[in-house]
């Protein structure tokens, strides 16, 4: 084929201006992305989110909201719910023994009245491990200082040190009359122009400051990345203007934002969520006053109008503002004053669960109404209802409610009230109880697997049970491998032998399998007494100790109130007490310098143990002392010198060969915290811990003379 110069140049010509063309085409497009990129990528209210949150505290919630209790729930929280509100987890300033955290002081030190920062990583890795992402309370209206009202602490993180001055501090502030300096700028604006909320209990922050903005920023992206949070709630948002929660949002780039924007109209709540560009939910407090004015018995209360339809009542009945909608009943606060939900709890769960939005679950109805609520997210689950569902109102009067709600597999339909209703032959009943019902159609009901207890140590007897929803068969594993239709089929309590166990478990049904639990478990011989002993600083001239026990998730008391029961030094330089009273295999022990500022970090132990004075933990407002193991103190025992016995090999995979001299009877291994997991008599120079988990353990012998010596060992 034979072309000519004038066809050559007209197709290098053609092919030149496609190109160009091609290239304006990619350069309008990235534009485009570029332009669209912070709304669609980095908005934290997810379009159509499947979603169901727990808030894991209430106020004053200490014992039922630890991190290491929380922990333990892991596998059962994480069957129902996506997400976890935390409560404030930084150092605030108050005693740890008694503050909820929404005065914090340090933002990159996340020691609190919940636990440790350690602690906490272990709970957001674990519960991450399993789907279900935790959002951090985050409370950056106002901070407090160290000592005063107004020493903030420097901090540093990635290499930048944060300091701040006066002039982070509104000049609005009331530590102005109390003779405190404050030059920031005055209090913003909320959306409808009038001055944001003032808090006196700590000082308002000028968030137009440069320095503010970008701790602010450095503080979001240490949550996210060091500790493993995946979204925010944020505290008293009519305290700042709402622009800044969009810069937030933008420089953390998380999966979830959540305003608290306190205000029962719905007009402010919505230009709320215009102010920060759509880039953030808010809670719908409409959608809780609505509930709130229905429990008086008019269930025509929870229905609003969006262009002449009838539709569920708050933020959530305009569907173009849902997604950006968080449902709730109660919360922390509202649960303590008068604004607290005093109607039928079930139904009104059923209500939120089956409707758009991104419902919130209160931890103390989760607590009293576990099962019923879990049915409810199973069947909101099934059907895949979402926060940008479509909802047809199908019958509203005082003592009914009906509705019709599209998920993306299915729908279902939601009955309220004492009035009659029969459901369409072709849905299935996922749940009901007294004046509620739930009905879907298509989808897939899973199967919801309880087990109880939850990970923790127990005595011996122990047993676990497990149960399942939709006819599921249930199975499981004791040797820490993943259970599968193969595994030992569970048809009746299992017993749990002395030591540690991992029992995993998973529930079958046609539709499919429930996830995966894990619950870790050590089982311990009771004892009738334990002593603990400690070696506190020198500076201490007295010691008290506080010792209390977790029943049912309730702190109890064993030595009387904080700060606890006076003790005295022994010859060793150890402060000593027996405890006797105790019900449960572990107690919790804190020991203090007479309630004068200082004091250890929680311990805990399961049997006699003695703990040396460590490094400091915290030092604001108390002193907190972490303590050692001592693995060579024992009371007044004699002991086998370390040279006459030998472990090997140390760290160890699995087994562990002993030299013992031969007047040794006895061999026990012990946890860290001193828990007695397995006792031996010495018929063997083997010991197979190829099961345990992974960590420190100590090995204890002892001689027909009562001499005992102990070594600690590493499990690889």
């Known amino acids: ?44 209210a997810p379009a159509q989110a499947t979603d169901v949150m727990l808030q894991a505290f209430y106020w004053d919630s200490y014992s039922d909201s630890k991190w290491t209790t929380l922990n333990s729930q892991a596998s059962e929280l994480a069957q129902s719910f996506t997400m976890l509100w935390l409560p404030p987890s ?3 300033n108050s005693p740890y023994s008694n503050t909820m955290g929404y005065t914090d002081v340090y933002w990159f030190k996340q020691n609190s009245s919940f636990g440790t920062q350690t602690e906490l990583q272990t709970l957001i890795s674990n519960l991450k491990s399993q789907g279900t992402r935790c959002i951090a309370d985050i409370v950056i209206n106002h901070r407090n200082g160290v000592t ?43 959306p409808d122009g009038t001055r944001c909320d003032d808090f006196g209990g700590a000082r308002d922050l000028d968030h137009s400051n440069v320095t503010v903005q970008n701790t602010i920023k450095a503080y979001l992206q240490f949550m996210k990345n060091d500790m493993g949070y995946d979204g925010w709630r944020y505290d008293m948002t009519k305290g700042y203007p709402a622009n800044y929660t969009a810069m937030y949002n933008d420089a953390a780039g998380a999966y979830y934002s959540v305003g608290e924007y306190w205000d029962g109209a719905y007009d402010p709540q919505v230009a709320w969520i215009d102010a920060t560009s759509k880039k953030s939910t808010t809670f719908d407090w409409s959608f809780k006053y609505a509930l709130n004015n229905a429990s008086g018995g008019d269930l025509t209360k929870l229905v609003w109008t969006y262009n002449g339809a009838n539709q569920p009542a708050g933020i959530i009945h305009n569907p173009n503002y849902r997604r950006y909608a968080t449902t709730f009943i109660d919360n922390h606060d509202t649960y303590r004053d008068s604004n607290k939900f005093t109607g039928d709890v079930l139904m009104a769960n059923a209500f939120m669960i089956c409707s758009p939005g991104i419902p919130c679950v209160f931890l103390p109805h989760w607590k009293q109404y576990k099962s019923q609520i879990q049915a409810m997210i199973a069947a909101r689950r099934a059907v895949q209802v979402h926060s940008e569902s479509a909802v047809t109102v199908n019958q509203s009067a005082s003592n009914l409610y009906v509705a ?6 299915g729908s279902l339909i939601v009955k309220l009230g004492s009035g009659s209703y029969s459901a369409p032959s072709d849905y299935t009943l996922a749940t009901s109880g007294n004046d509620y019902a739930i009905w879907t159609k298509g989808g897939s009901v899973l199967p919801i ?11 011996t007897g122990q047993t676990v049970t497990m149960t399942a929803t939709g006819s599921a068969d249930i199975y ?75 029943i049912n998730g309730t702190a109890s008391e064993l030595l009387g109130k904080w700060p606890g029961t006076a003790v005295t030094k022994d010859a060793a330089g150890y402060y000593t007490y027996t405890v006797t009273n105790f019900t449960q295999p572990t107690i919790n022990v804190i020991f203090n310098n007479a ?92 010991i197979d811990i190829s099961s345990y988990p992974s960590g420190m353990y100590f090995i204890t012998i002892s001689d027909n003379n009562g001499a005992v010596s102990t070594k600690p060992i590493m499990k690889k």
């Open 476 to 550: 499981y594993t004791s040797d820490g491998t993943t259970p599968t239709s193969s595994s030992t089929k569970y048809t009746s309590p299992i017993t749990l032998p002395v030591g540690p166990t991992t029992v995993k478990a998973i529930a079958i049904n046609a539709n499919g399998s429930s996830s995966v639990t894990s619950n870790s478990y050590t089982i311990v011989d009771k004892k009738t007494s334990i002593t603990v002993r400690f070696k506190a600083p020198t500076t201490w001239t007295s010691v008290d100790v506080y010792v209390w026990e977790v």
């Open 404 to 409: 019709t709600v599209t998920g993306k597999t």
């Open 1 to 44: 084929m034979v072309i000519s110069n004038f066809e050559a140049q007209n197709t290098y010509i053609n092919t030149y201006f496609n190109l160009i063309i091609m290239k304006k085409t990619f350069i309008t497009l990235f534009a485009l992305f570029l332009f669209f990129y912070p709304t669609f990528i980095k908005a934290q």
């Open 449 to 459: 697997l309880t087990v109880t207890p939850a990970s923790g140590t127990y005595i």
């Open 148 to 190: 005063s009202w107004t020493d903030f602490p420097s901090e540093t993180y990635n290499g930048v040190t944060y300091t701040w001055g006066s002039w982070a501090i509104c000049n609005s502030d009331e530590c102005v009359a109390a003779g405190y300096a404050a030059t920031g700028a005055p209090e913003g604006y909320k």
């Open 595 to 686: 309630n004068k500022g200082e004091q250890t970090v929680d311990l805990s132990t399961t049997d006699n143990i003695c703990w040396n004075v460590g490094s400091v933990a915290a030092t604001s407002p108390n002193v907190k002392y972490n303590a050692d193991v001592d693995a060579s103190c024992v009371t007044a025992v004699e002991k086998i010198p370390a040279d006459n016995w030998k472990i090997y090999p140390n760290p160890t995979s699995g087994i562990l060969h002993l030299d013992l001299p031969e007047t040794v009877n006895k061999v026990v291994i012990s946890s860290v915290l001193g828990a007695k997991i397995k006792e031996l008599e010495v018929m063997s120079k083997q």
């Open 90 to 92: 930084g150092d605030a």
